[in-house]
Nanobody, 128 residues
Framework: QVRLVESGGGSVQAGGSLRLSCVAAGYTFSSNCMGWFRQAPGKEREGVAA????????YYVEAVRGRFTISRDNARNTLYLHMNSLNPEDTAMYFCAAKSTPRGCSASPLSSWSYNAWGQGTQVTVSS
């Protein structure tokens, strides 16, 4: 049974930083493309970042490029999202997700429909 558990969310002031973690269990973590998504109240879920199985390729939505960094530790079955220079527009519930399709991150890495396992989310709130 696939299980993804996020942590690290919280409340910070604009300009601050947070590091989100996602621990995976129940499947071969290292064989899956992984992604971070976020959803703010009243808005659709948005792909934030994705990372290939070996960490060699990363993908970012333009709004976070240069501020957020996605990484993974396959030995620890853990996915990370380092978030710097946070602003109020980053306020959302953040979810990690696993993508086990044959093409992995090569196809639609930031599209939520292509992911087939999700965590429960961790809230990030940025105040101005």
């Amino acid at each position: 049974q696939v299980r993804l558990v996020e942590s690290g969310g919280g409340s910070v002031q604009a300009g601050g930083s947070l590091r989100l973690s996602c621990v995976a269990a129940g499947y071969t973590f290292s064989s899956n493309c992984m992604g971070w998504f976020r959803q703010a109240p009243g808005k659709e879920r948005e792909g934030v970042a994705a990372i290939s199985t070996d960490g060699g390729r990363t993908y970012y939505v333009e709004a976070v490029r240069g501020r957020f960094t996605i990484s993974r530790d396959n030995a620890r079955n853990t996915l990370y999202l380092h978030m710097n220079s946070l602003n109020p527009e980053d306020t959302a519930m953040y979810f990690c997700a696993a993508k086990s399709t044959p093409r992995g991150c090569s196809a639609s890495p930031l599209s939520s429909w292509s992911y087939n396992a999700w965590g429960q989310g961790t809230q990030v709130t940025v105040s101005s």
